[in-house]
């Protein structure tokens, strides 16, 4: 669980977790999110947490690299990384926010399957990155 490959793979994801999810969703799809809002309020925080938002970022890239770790072949490269980022985006981004959608008014159905498209790309990025290590560190 705690290789060297595994760790550095940690850390490129986690780095990519935050950056990468500040650039998709606060810099190119705020805007959109926010006119696509349901009718719940004081549901996102003006400011996020920093620290504890890098806590979530490494915890997801941790248990996402593991997870590729033992999902894995003997060898890895990019294109299992990327087919794992786009599954678990497909799982997270429209099985988890369908369900949002249903049990909740955070976003209506359009911005739930941007969102979830939002997710694809954010989960295949860091499964090319985790790939790439994987394949790249022995």
């Given at each position: 669980m705690f290789t060297k490959t595994n760790l550095i793979?940690?850390?490129v994801a986690a780095i990519w977790s935050q950056m990468?999810?500040?650039l998709l969703w606060a810099v190119l799809a705020d805007r959109f999110l926010n006119d696509h809002l349901g009718s719940a309020t004081g549901v996102v925080r003006a400011e996020p947490d920093f620290g504890v938002l890098a806590i979530g970022c490494l915890v997801q890239a941790f248990a996402f690299s593991t997870v590729f770790r033992k999902w894995?072949?003997?060898h890895y490269n990019l294109m299992d990384g990327l087919k794992y980022g786009v599954w678990m985006g497909i799982f997270i981004g429209f099985g988890e926010g369908i369900i949002d959608y249903a049990t909740s008014n955070v976003l209506d159905m359009t911005g739930a399957l941007i969102n979830g498209l939002i997710w694809i790309v954010h989960?295949?990025?860091m499964g090319l990155l985790v790939g790439l290590v994987?394949?790249?560190v022995k």
């Open positions: 793979a940690t850390v990468g999810g500040f894995g072949a003997a989960l295949s990025v994987y394949n790249r």
